[in-house]
Nanobody, 123 residues
Framework: QVQLVESGGGLVQAGGSLRLSCAAS????????MGWFRQAPGKEREFVAAINWSGGLTYYADSVKGRFTISRDNAKNTVYLQMNSLNPEDTAVYYCAADRHRFGGNQDSYDYWGQGTQVTVSS
């Protein structure tokens, strides 16, 4: 069992930056592939970024490529999402998720989810 708690969301102006953190419980965090997803009001939840268990592989949605960076610190049981050049279209609840067996953007394969953190970008 893995419990995930996101933090770092908030209100930021367009062009600004935020860093989200996702703290995981349990001693097996380093064996999980991790992902970030987001859900904007009235929209389906969508993939943002993923990182494999070692941190050696990353994968991004086209909409955030070049602006967002996913990373992890297995010693701290934490995965991060650095978000730069934010725009109002990035406004959403951001969720982190853990996948024991697969790496990628298919949210149906993720086993554990956090509660989410709100990111609001004002124009």
């Amino acid at each position: 069992q893995v419990q995930l708690v996101e933090s770092g969301g908030g209100l930021v102006q367009a062009g600004g930056s935020l860093r989200l953190s996702c703290a995981a419980s349990g001693r097996t965090f380093s064996s999980y592939n991790m992902g970030w997803f987001r859900q904007a009001p009235g929209k389906e939840r969508e993939f943002v970024a993923a990182i494999n268990w070692s941190g050696g592989l990353t994968y991004y949605a086209d909409s955030v490529k070049g602006r967002f960076t996913i990373s992890r610190d297995n010693a701290k049981n934490t995965v991060y999402l650095q978000m730069n050049s934010l725009n109002p279209e990035d406004t959403a609840v951001y969720y982190c998720a853990a996948d024991r067996h697969r790496f990628g953007g298919n949210q149906d394969s993720y086993d554990y989810w956090g509660q989410g953190t709100q990111v609001t970008v004002s124009s």
